[in-house]
């Protein structure tokens, strides 16, 4: 089936720095999604995209939070500074159309803030 | 307060038995509903969605939705082992896709 790929996935690094998350979508899809899953359990909405913009994001997607996808490039979700609430499986999805479409994940970045 | 609730949070069947899961929302703009299955170390995986009032059957697993009482449900017959994953009840409105997941039913398939 359609794959989502998610690069790295494993991200360790000290709190304040940068990171850079990095998702390559199924490539017909128009959607892209953010979620945040901690302790393996509850999967949490940050962002959704379109077209080059932000659609809708949650009161987790903390003002540190930026994504984009440059033309034919990676969706990416860039934490700066990152704090060490943020250490969490980040996953990508995807989807072609907006509403009452099924999500595409990948296998998640599992980030790890010390 | 939570969209999605689901329950059990855990639940252990013998292999070739019945798994049921069960969820809910608060929310009656909800339209949309979907059950997804993570394995460990996987990310999320739609198993079915379901629109419409009723039963939708495929291959051993049935899900049941009442838009009235907001109540969705999963059945799983004849589970295997390769069953045992974390499944996730999921919903959305009609005009986005922003996709609120529950908490999540640990299944466990005990051979």
């Known amino acids: 089936g359609p794959k989502v790929l998610q690069i790295p996935s494993h991200q360790i690094i000290d709190m304040g720095q940068m990171v850079t998350l990095n998702c390559d979508p199924v490539s017909n899809h128009l959607y892209f999604y953010w979620y945040k899953q901690i302790l393996g359990q509850q999967m949490e909405f940050l962002v959704n995209f379109y077209n080059g913009k932000v659609m809708e994001k949650s009161k987790l997607f903390k003002d540190q939070f930026s994504v984009e996808r440059p033309d034919g490039s990676y969706f990416t979700l860039k934490i700066q500074p990152t704090a060490l609430e943020d250490s969490a499986v980040y996953f990508c999805?995807?989807?072609?159309?907006?509403?009452?479409?099924?999500?595409?994940f990948g296998s998640g970045t599992r980030l790890t803030v010390l | 307060q939570q969209k999605v609730q689901q329950s059990p949070e855990s639940l252990s069947v013998p292999e070739g038995g019945m798994a049921s899961l069960n969820c809910t929302s608060s929310?009656?703009?909800?339209?949309y509903f979907w059950w997804y299955r993570q394995h460990s170390g996987e990310g999320p995986k739609a198993l079915m969605s379901i629109f419409s009032d009723g039963d939708k059957k495929e291959g051993r697993f049935t899900a049941h939705l009442n838009k009235a009482s907001l109540h969705v449900s999963l059945h799983i017959r004849d589970s295997q082992p390769s069953d045992s994953a974390l499944y996730f009840c999921a919903a959305s409105e009609q005009s986005n896709n922003r996709i609120f997941f529950g908490d999540g039913t640990q299944l466990v398939v005990k051979p």
């Open positions: 999805a995807s989807s072609p159309l907006l509403s009452a479409e099924t999500l595409y």
């Open positions: 929310d009656r703009n909800f339209q």
